[in-house]
Nanobody, 123 residues
Framework: QVQLVESGGGLVQAGGSLRLSCAAS????????VAWFRQGPGKEREFIAR????????YNADSVKGRFTISRDNAKNMVHLQMNSLKPEDTAVYYC????????????????WGQGTQVTVSS
């Protein structure tokens, strides 16, 4: 089992920044890809970014490219999402998820999820 706790959400004005964190426990964190997803009001859950087990490979969704940066600190079992130039459409609950299997890049079926953190961007 793995436990994930997101933090760092809040209310920010458009154009502002927030840094989300995901703290993991319960497994060898450095073996697993981690991803961020979000779900806005009335919307389906959307993939945002992912980072592989070593931190050497990242991938961002087009909607956040150039604005969001994912990073990880395996020594602290943490993954971060730096969000800059926030827009009202970024308003959502943000979730981190850990891949079910080690050394796989896709975070999908069987992934472990946190409880989410709310991000609200005012115009």
């Amino acid at each position: 089992q793995v436990q994930l706790v997101e933090s760092g959400g809040g209310l920010v004005q458009a154009g502002g920044s927030l840094r989300l964190s995901c703290a993991a426990s319960g497994r060898t964190f450095s073996m697993y890809t981690v991803a961020w997803f979000r779900q806005g009001p009335g919307k389906e859950r959307e993939f945002i970014a992912r980072i592989n087990w070593s931190g050497g490979t990242t991938y961002n969704a087009d909607s956040v490219k150039g604005r969001f940066t994912i990073s990880r600190d395996n020594a602290k079992n943490m993954v971060h999402l730096q969000m800059n130039s926030l827009k009202p459409e970024d308003t959502a609950v943000y979730y981190c998820a850990v891949a079910a299997k080690p050394y796989t890049f896709v975070v999908g079926e069987g992934a472990y999820w946190g409880q989410g953190t709310q991000v609200t961007v005012s115009s």
